[in-house]
């Protein structure tokens, strides 16, 4: 008798985990139509899209702008998630030719006032993004995969400014990845030094076509962002094949 009750029991257990496994498969097929758009990840599909429209070509942003400094974040653990998100010998960073071109003229701009750009990120593979959103489920503060984000679009940059004459990064109140009302550009309680460098970054990017996101003072994408596809190419690829 006891024999028969436990292999009954052990048949609902079985039923049941089957049951559950069914479900969560269903559910993960769900969030994958609904959090997986298309994505550019060949380099042939990459290049029918240049060959159609040369402005959606990614170029390596030190390549065209003189004197700009890179402090690549996610190559390094010096980010929010503490640990390196793109390979460690990432020495290079991409933008689509009209937000680089926009670029090169902020830099020209504030190299006349002996000022330049120091670049935390700006392309970022969407699988990238994908991780992101696994940790921070804020789309204040990170893309939700849904939709992709403007840096796997290749538009959008994340930046400050640096002082030619000392070398350092002009005081912005906070530093990058800060997640608190104190980095967003509506917060207003801060030294007037620190307002007024903001207001430089701000006024800059934006004269140049850029347009400022809220909650960090140091985002800027570009208008009209979503005609260019989401990439998840890697930047050694796009680096061997600068011709593109």
Known sequence: MFSNISKRFNIHITLAIVFLLNNSLSAGAQDSSTTRPHVIK???EYYELVKDDSTKRMVELKSIIP???????????GNFMHRRMYPANTHVTFLRQPAATAL???QHELNEKGMGLKIFDAYRPYSVTVLFWKLVKDDRYVANPAKGSGHNRGIAVDLTIIDFATGKELDMGTGFDNFTDSAHQSFTHLPEKILQNRKLLRSVMEKNGFISFETEWWHYYLADGNRFELLDIPFETLKRKRYL
Request: hydrophobic share 35%.
């Open 104 to 106: 090169k003229n902020v």
């Open 67 to 77: 004197r700009l400094r890179y402090d690549l974040r996610y190559a390094s653990v």
């Open 42 to 44: 060949k380099l042939q």
